[in-house]
Every structure is written in structure tokens, then in C-alpha cells.
């Protein structure tokens, strides 16, 4: 994780509790944001990183992990301002990478509508999307956008079939669909994707295979 400090999503989400120690206390009290964040960057010991990468699965969205990261570990140093204890650490980090995750979404969304151009290098997302389907990365942010606003259903199914490469079958039998369910949800993403950048009949290669 960088060590530039993103702009802020928002309000603490954290809720003040009573004195004394605490787990984090030490890496969570600082002088300021800015001090709370210099020791969450260093070397990750609340390993922020791989809480966003769980997130990001479980969620099923299209977003840069690397700036996630940056910005939940920024959302968590300014909550942990008035931060002391309650709710407990492993919930108060989820709850923070949640909203940052939520705030990045609703970013690029509002830059897509304003036609924000954005001159950062493609992000993990995007690449991925350009290897799978062929989205050249300056339309792949708005195809992300339009794929994360699907039902999480079609969200999962999609991302566990053709991107992680999971048998169709056996994603159908693990989650108690029928296989015909599991192709009418990869193909509500196709669709949504396809639409949103002008690409008609987008296909995964091989996912059928897989099945």
C-alpha cells in the first residue's frame, strides 16, 4: 500500500467508547490522520489489503484493489480519530472498508457522468476485463460500472464461471441453481457490459467448456 493519502469518503464511522486499552489502541491513536495512516501504511499490520481483497470478493464488484486499499486504510485513519473499542476491531475495519469501497464506486460513477478524465494507469479491474472480454481499458471503468449494477447473483455466478474459471456445473450445484440459471446470469453481465461500451454479443472463451 502507497503511502498517499486519498481524499476522505465521508464521516467517521466509528463510535466513541470508553477509555482504556483496546485491540489496535496503538496503531489506531495518533496525533492526527495523517500520523494514524503513516503507521497503517507501514507494512499493513492491520492487514487492510487483504480485508479488501475478501470484500471485493464477497461482494462481486469491479474495482482497483491497489486503490480500495488506499482508500479504506485513509476512511479507517480518520474514523480512528474518535475511534475507542466499540464496536469491536474486526467489524469497525470491515464496516470502514465497506463504505470507502462504496465511495470509490460512487466516484467513478459520478466521473463517468461528468466525463472526468482520468489519467491514472488502468487499474487491476480494468485489465482483467481487457484480457476477458476484450474491453480496450479506456471503455472497461464504464463496462465496470455497468457490471456493478447487476443483482449480486449475476455478479457472483459471473466472476466465479468466467473469471475465476469455476465449472459451471459445479458452481450450479454448489449454490442449488440449475445450469440453464447459472447461463441466464453470465449472460445478464455480458449483456449489461456489452450495452454499456457499444459491444453487442460479448462471449467468454472457454467458460462453456468449463461447465
Known amino acids: 500500500m502507497g503511502r498517499v ?22 496503531l489506531l491513536s495518533g496525533s492526527s490522520p495523517r500520523a494514524v495512516l503513516a503507521k497503517l501504511c507501514d507494512g499493513d499490520p ?18 482497483d484493489p491497489q486503490r480500495a486499499s488506499s ?8 474514523a480512528a480519530m474518535r475511534y475507542r473499542g466499540r464496536p469491536e ?32 494507469a488502468p487499474g487491476a479491474h480494468l485489465l482483467f476485463l481487457w484480457k476477458l472480454l476484450g474491453i480496450e481499458p ?9 457490471f456493478n449494477r447487476q443483482p449480486i447473483d449475476a455478479r457472483r455466478a459471473f466472476l466465479a464461471v468466467a473469471g475465476y ?19 441466464e446470469l453470465l449472460s445478464l453481465g455480458l449483456r449489461a457490459m456489452g450495452a454499456a461500451v457499444g459491444k453487442q454479443g460479448l462471449s467468454v472463451e472457454g467458460w462453456e467448456d468449463h461447465g
Not at 493519502?5 to 496503538?26: A, Q, Y
Not at 482508500?71 to 480518520?78: G, L, S, T, V
Not at 479506456?138 to 455497468?146: I, V
Not at 474459471?165 to 447461463?183: C, D, F, I, K, S
Open 5 to 26: 493519502v486519498p481524499p476522505d469518503d465521508g464521516v467517521d464511522s466509528g463510535r466513541s467508547g470508553p477509555p482504556g486499552d483496546w485491540p489496535g489502541r496503538e
Open 165 to 183: 474459471r469455476t465449472p459451471l456445473r459445479e458452481y450450479a450445484l454448489r449454490n442449488e441453481m440449475t445450469e440453464e440459471r447459472v447461463r
Open 46 to 63: 492491520l492487514e487492510i489489503g487483504p480485508r479488501v481483497i475478501d470484500h471485493l470478493q464477497d461482494a462481486a464488484v469491479l474495482v
Open 89 to 120: 476491531l474486526s467489524a469497525f475495519l470491515q464496516r470502514n472498508i465497506a463504505d470507502a469501497i462504496d465511495g470509490l464506486i460512487e466516484e467513478e460513477r459520478e466521473n463517468e457522468l461528468a466525463r472526468t478524465l482520468i489519467d491514472d
Open 71 to 78: 482508500r479504506a486504510a485513509a476512511r479507517i485513519a480518520h
Open 138 to 146: 479506456a471503455l472497461a471503468r464504464r463496462a465496470s460500472m455497468a
